[in-house]
């Protein structure tokens, strides 16, 4: 699950990005387009290179792909997985970031939270917060375990999001909205997810358990 996060990263920065309601859902589809043909291309390179018990032996495939295909040159695909999780990390620090600032201007966390840098408009408060409650949960333990159990989590959520969105169409039909969705979509992401949480906790019940 965590390899298709991000889609939702970019939500949190509406207020920051240039006409949202034409530039945020073309954002995500073309994004979300190209980081799935993507990956199923390398998935498909995989299965190609390295054997089944290649796989069950090293967890690391990408390690033994690199190692067969490009021989003394097997930095290239480490290389490109370092890349790949500072783009990663700053999404995270961004999104992250906005949504301790928009609870905080909402009086749901601390005002010291709502602070942004008068230069740059940056949450710093928010960006530190963030930075030290993630550096604590890398000492818990097992960094696959946080993995599990965040990304479960976070599906969680975002079933609660959508089901709110339902329940406010159906409560608020006239209320203004920038974006609207066809009802059919949520519904579709709803079972969904659903399937996935459902399969992620039968998958590893010990490691999604921890952070719920």
């Known amino acids: 699950m965590f390899a298709y996060q991000g889609w939702a990263y970019l939500n949190s920065a509406t207020e920051e990005v240039v006409n949202p ?34 796989m069950l032996i090293n967890p690391a495939a990408a390690v033994i792909f ?61 960006v530190i917060l963030m930075s030290t409650v993630s550096i604590i949960y890398i000492f818990i333990g097992d960094v696959f375990v946080l993995i599990n159990a965040s990304q ?24 203004p909205r920038p974006v609207k969705v066809n009802l059919a979509f949520p519904v579709v992401f709803i079972i969904g997810s659903a399937i996935l949480v459902v399969s992620s906790v039968q998958g590893a019940p010990k490691d999604t358990s921890k952070f719920e």
């Not at 994004?31 to 290649?54: K, Q, R």
């Not at 040159?73 to 290389?79: A, Q, S, T, V």
């Not at 479960?152 to 006239?174: E, G």
């Open 152 to 175: 479960v989590t976070a599906l969680i959520a975002y079933i609660a999001v959508a089901l709110a969105l339902i329940w406010l169409r159906h409560k608020m039909p006239d209320a």
């Open 21 to 54: 309601t034409r530039n945020l859902p073309l954002a995500i589809m073309i994004s979300m387009s190209i980081c799935t043909a993507v990956y199923v291309a390398f998935n498909a390179a995989l299965y190609v290179v390295v054997t089944p018990d290649e």
């Open 66 to 126: 690199s190692n067969k295909v490009y021989g003394k040159f097997n930095f290239i695909i480490p290389l490109c997985v370092s890349i790949s999780t500072f783009g990663s990390s700053n999404g995270i620090i961004m999104m992250s970031s906005r949504l301790y600032f928009a609870g905080a201007r909402e009086g749901h966390m601390p005002a010291i939270l709502a602070m942004t840098n008068k230069h740059l408009h940056t949450p710093i408060p928010a």
